[in-house]
């Protein structure tokens, strides 16, 4: 069944994008609730393997129903571009316990026998301690699953940001929305979400707001019922090879002409990323990254923008036909 949100002319200036670490972490841990998502997140479920042993995720999974209701209140749309994930996980310590009760109740209500079990009577009898113990967790989770991988998955979620916004600007609102993912269609100021039960939602001046996600895929969330304004989680671009090792040194030719390490980046930039996390993939001082991308970019082979509090690099069409050329030759 279709999900509906209609857009009034103030909802089209007031659609935008942001970044969410928390999101990311709850999503994470979803992925390690819901076996018949794992086939597509092994790498990383290899890698987080021990990390995730350590963690008690049980008060967690009597609030991720397959199919169903979250509670909302445990990741509130994020309130700017780039929160921390410190000012998200304290937005959600300070959540109105009545809130936080509604919202247990109806998410504890779509597992049966959920609501009855000694926990989720635990939750609703006291829904102050259940925000605190939930807080911890995730907590937790970020630190043992995601903060090890953040200026990683932090620069593929923001360069589709980027891409995205590239789009708006050369095709507007429609363009942009299409491409986000095959289950949106834009008509008569209203956007439907297919695989959705039956919903209609007037967005009433607050826009929509477009969130990235490592941990989607396949799958676009529309989600958050009033008090929270309306969002769209979608798949990130670039995350197929989020987890894949960093490729195999490259050609002869052009590591003759750059060096190793100014070649390696140049042919792995697939995608805008930062000094912070070319760093972090290739194994390099941040200093050495930085002095190589500046050659990089004198030479033409590089550009750079700043997003946010981050300068992005990206390859120039010259820098590209260098990397794909390369690529045909080793092939």
């Not at 936080?100 to 009855?116: C, F, I, K, V």
Request: glycine share 8%.
């Amino acid at each position: 069944m279709p999900f509906h949100l209609h857009f009034g002319a103030d909802d089209l200036l007031r659609c935008r994008f942001a970044v969410s670490p928390l999101w990311e972490t709850q999503e994470a841990v979803r992925i390690l609730l819901q076996p018949h998502r794992h086939s597509y997140y092994l790498p990383w479920l290899r890698r987080v393997r021990a990390a995730a042993a350590r963690l008690d995720l049980a008060p967690l999974r009597l609030l991720t129903p397959r199919r169903g209701y979250a509670p909302d209140f445990l990741c509130p749309p994020p309130a700017g571009p780039l929160a921390s994930f410190e000012d998200e996980l304290a937005r959600v310590r300070a959540t109105d316990p009545g809130l936080a009760r509604a919202e247990l109740a109806r998410s504890l209500a779509e597992t049966p026998g959920a609501g009855e079990s000694a926990r989720g009577r635990a939750m609703l009898a006291d829904p102050a301690a259940a925000v605190t113990e939930l807080t911890g967790l995730l907590e937790r989770a970020w630190r043992e699953l995601l903060l090890p991988e953040w200026p990683r998955l932090r620069s593929v979620l923001e360069a589709d940001v980027a891409f995205r916004t590239r789009q708006l600007a050369d095709g507007g609102l429609e363009r942009l929305l299409a491409g986000l993912h095959p289950s949106l269609s834009w008509a008569d100021g209203t956007l439907t979400v297919d695989h959705r039960a039956d919903h209609e939602r007037t967005l009433d001046g607050e826009g929509v707001l477009l969130v990235p996600s490592a941990f989607t895929w396949p799958k676009m969330i529309a989600g958050f019922d009033p008090p929270w304004q309306a969002t769209l989680v979608y798949p990130a671009r670039g995350i197929g090879a989020l987890w894949s090792a960093p490729r195999p040194p490259s050609p002869d030719a052009l590591v003759r002409l750059l060096g190793t390490n100014r070649a390696a980046l140049l042919t792995g930039l697939d995608e805008p990323a930062s000094t912070t996390a070319l760093a972090h993939r290739h194994g390099l001082a941040l200093s050495s990254v930085s002095a190589h991308l500046s050659v990089l970019r004198d030479a033409g082979l590089l550009t750079s923008r700043r997003h946010g509090r981050q300068v992005l690099y990206e390859r120039t069409r010259l820098g590209g036909d260098l990397a794909r050329s390369e690529g045909q030759e080793e092939r």
